[in-house]
């Protein structure tokens, strides 16, 4: 029996860029798609603690859930499928998730949460809105998931693909990209006199660094950047290590 391939996202289970990546990797795996039953975008890595969770067959090995896309990879992982799967693969998402975007976005999320259960996992997005490149992205992921089967991945790594809007001129291994946080938050006034307020309302903007995901993406290369989930700095808890007792001593001054 061949191996099973989980993909999933977070624009919804009727997405054109979930369709692309199941057809991509076809035929590398038994692919079961199990997704989200509607859009949930920027949604993180939320998980759906306090209600039950509904599971709707929508087509040969394609199911829809109605929670985000970690619970949609926790369901699938730890029993919903007939075996564990080998790979998890997420997207392709509408639009990049680049740089210090990659905490906010639903389809990365969904690769972490498949990380954490120990499945190599990987999430693919699409640069610019629209459906068109699709088929390019698919050959990007196919090429990088096949070469992820073959070889693993370091403990508590995924991969993050963005491939460009435009055709793909290379395949580039990078680093994350950083935000310039220019913009001001949009602070208007409803029609009852209270103040609303906007975030994220402008394009975003980007450092030009060579090496990272975002310059790769502008050139119109594939950018393959691998994301470590150890989130401790181990420089910084070394050289913090005289916190610990002045910390406590301050502990033990103070009056109880
Ligand atoms: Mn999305």
Same mark, same amino acid.
């Not at 993909?7 to 860029?17: F, L, S």
């Not at 394609?62 to 075996?83: I, K, M, Q």
């Not at 998730?97 to 969904?110: C, K, P, R």
């Not at 089967?149 to 793909?168: C, I, Q, R």
């Given at each position: 029996?061949?191996?099973?391939?989980?993909?999933?996202?977070?624009?919804?289970? @009727?997405?054109?860029?979930? @369709?692309?990546?199941?057809?991509?990797?076809?035929?590398?795996?038994?692919?079961?798609?199990?997704?989200?039953?509607? %859009?949930?975008?920027?949604?993180?890595?939320?998980?759906?603690?306090?209600?039950?969770?509904?599971?709707?067959?929508?087509? %040969?090995?394609?199911?829809?859930?109605?929670?985000?896309?970690?619970?949609?990879?926790?369901?699938?992982?730890?029993?919903?499928?007939?075996?564990?799967?080998?790979?998890?693969?997420?997207?392709?998402?509408?639009?990049?998730?680049?740089?210090?975007? *990659?905490?906010?976005?639903?389809? *990365?999320? +969904?690769?972490?949460?498949?990380?954490?259960?120990? *499945?190599?996992?990987?999430?693919?997005?699409?640069?610019?809105?629209?459906?068109?490149?699709?088929?390019?992205?698919?050959? *990007?992921?196919?090429?990088?998931?096949?070469?992820?089967?073959?070889?693993?991945?370091? +403990?508590?790594?995924?991969?993050?693909?963005?491939?460009?809007?435009?055709?793909?001129?290379?395949?580039?291994?990078?680093?994350?990209?950083?935000?310039?946080? &220019?913009?001001?938050?949009?602070?208007?006034?409803?029609?009852?006199?209270?103040?609303?307020?906007?975030?994220? +309302?402008?394009?975003?903007?980007?450092? %030009?660094?060579?090496?990272?995901?975002?310059?790769?993406?502008?050139?119109?290369?594939?950018?393959?950047?691998?994301?470590?989930?150890?989130?401790? @700095?181990?420089?910084?808890?070394? &050289?913090?290590?005289?916190?610990?007792?002045?910390?406590?001593?301050?502990?033990?001054?103070?009056? &109880?």
């Amino acid at each position: 029996m061949p191996a099973v391939i989980l993909v999933t996202n977070d624009d919804g289970v @009727h997405a054109a860029g979930l @369709h692309a990546l199941a057809a991509a990797l076809d035929n590398l795996g038994d692919v079961y798609v199990v997704a989200p039953d509607r %859009e949930q975008s920027a949604v993180g890595h939320a998980l759906t603690l306090h209600r039950p969770l509904r599971v709707t067959q929508v087509g %040969e090995r394609r199911f829809a859930v109605n929670g985000t896309p970690s619970d949609c990879v926790n369901l699938a992982v730890l029993g919903f499928l007939p075996e564990r799967p080998v790979l998890v693969a997420s997207g392709i998402n509408h639009g990049s998730n680049l740089g210090d975007d *990659v905490t906010y976005s639903g389809t *990365v999320s +969904a690769a972490m949460e498949g990380t954490l259960l120990g *499945v190599p996992s990987m999430a693919v997005s699409q640069a610019g809105a629209g459906d068109t490149g699709l088929e390019s992205a698919g050959t *990007v992921a196919r090429l990088v998931a096949s070469r992820l089967l073959v070889e693993g991945l370091p +403990a508590k790594t995924l991969l993050n693909v963005n491939v460009p809007a435009g055709p793909v001129s290379g395949i580039r291994m990078t680093r994350l990209g950083h935000r310039v946080y &220019r913009e001001k938050i949009v602070q208007e006034t409803d029609p009852r006199g209270l103040p609303y307020y906007w975030i994220g +309302a402008g394009p975003p903007e980007w450092n %030009e660094d060579e090496g990272s995901d975002i310059s790769a993406v502008n050139r119109g290369q594939a950018s393959v950047t691998p994301l470590h989930l150890d989130l401790t @700095h181990y420089g910084a808890l070394g &050289r913090m290590a005289d916190w610990e007792s002045g910390l406590n001593s301050l502990l033990k001054k103070r009056p &109880r």
